[in-house]
């Protein structure tokens, strides 16, 4: 679970150069990390599974949802197959 954290060492990323940034922890110690930079179309995307452990950096499109939609992202692991679903958080008002 470093890859991401080397992206942004490497590339010299600050707050403003992301459009998505976040880190989750999940249910049975599992976690998901993810980083979009500004005006990319790809999702840099760092897990390990809550349901085998699997840990894994992969990447892919970034897509845009609708206001009403509670779930952000998801990844699917490549283990298991398990779906990890990233539910926006809420917007501070
Ligand atoms: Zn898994």
């Known amino acids: 679970m470093d ?3 080397k992206l942004i060492i490497e590339k010299g990323l600050k707050p ?5 940034h976040t880190m989750r922890l999940l249910d049975n110690n599992g976690k998901v990390r993810a980083l979009v930079i500004k005006g990319d179309s790809i999702a840099h995307i760092e897990y390990v599974c809550p349901k ?15 206001k009403a939609a509670k779930i952000r992202f ?3 692991c490549t283990k298991c197959g398990f ?9 501070k008002k």
Not at 83 to 91: G, M, N, P, Q, R
């Open 16 to 20: 403003s150069d992301c459009d998505y």
């Open 52 to 66: 085998c452990r699997h840990s894994e950096y992969r990447t892919q499109p970034w897509k845009s949802v609708s």
């Open 3 to 5: 890859k991401i954290a």
């Open 83 to 91: 779906d990890i679903k990233v539910e926006k958080l809420k917007a």
């Open 74 to 76: 998801s990844v699917k």
